[in-house]
Nanobody
Framework: QVQLIESGGALVQAGGSLRLSCAASGRTGAYDYAVGWFRQTPGKEREFVACQNWNDRYYVDVVKGRFTLSGDAVKNTVYLQMNNLKPEDTAVYYC????????????????????WGQGTQVTVSS
């Protein structure tokens, strides 16, 4: 069982930056699992944002060049650095984890991730 706790959400102006954190605890550390970020707005499905699996990182096209994943193995924490934020980035951001996966795994789907945090709100004002 893996527990995930997100933090770092806030209200920020367009063009600003935030760093979200996802701290993992439980029976294993963050680097025994792939860690992903999804986001969700009211009435919409949870949307894939980014994930790290082994040393590979994947990003949805709309955040490439603006969002960056990084990690701290000592703290069992994964970070999502978000730069040049836009109003359309406004959402509740969720951290997720799944056992390290092989090529072909459908990481874009929320149902592919069994462990979830509680979410953190990011609001970008125009």
């Amino acid at each position: 069982q893996v527990q995930l706790i997100e933090s770092g959400g806030a209200l920020v102006q367009a063009g600003g930056s935030l760093r979200l954190s996802c701290a993992a605890s439980g029976r294993t550390g963050a680097y025994d699992y792939a860690v992903g970020w999804f986001r969700q707005t009211p009435g919409k499905e949870r949307e894939f944002v980014a994930c790290q699996n082994w040393n590979d990182r994947y990003y949805v096209d709309v955040v490439k060049g603006r969002f960056t994943l990084s990690g701290d193995a000592v703290k069992n924490t994964v970070y999502l650095q978000m730069n040049n934020l836009k109003p359309e980035d406004t959402a509740v951001y969720y951290c997720a984890a799944t056992p390290l996966f092989s090529p072909g795994y459908d990481y874009n789907r929320a149902t592919s991730w069994p462990y979830w945090g509680q979410g953190t709100q990011v609001t970008v004002s125009s």
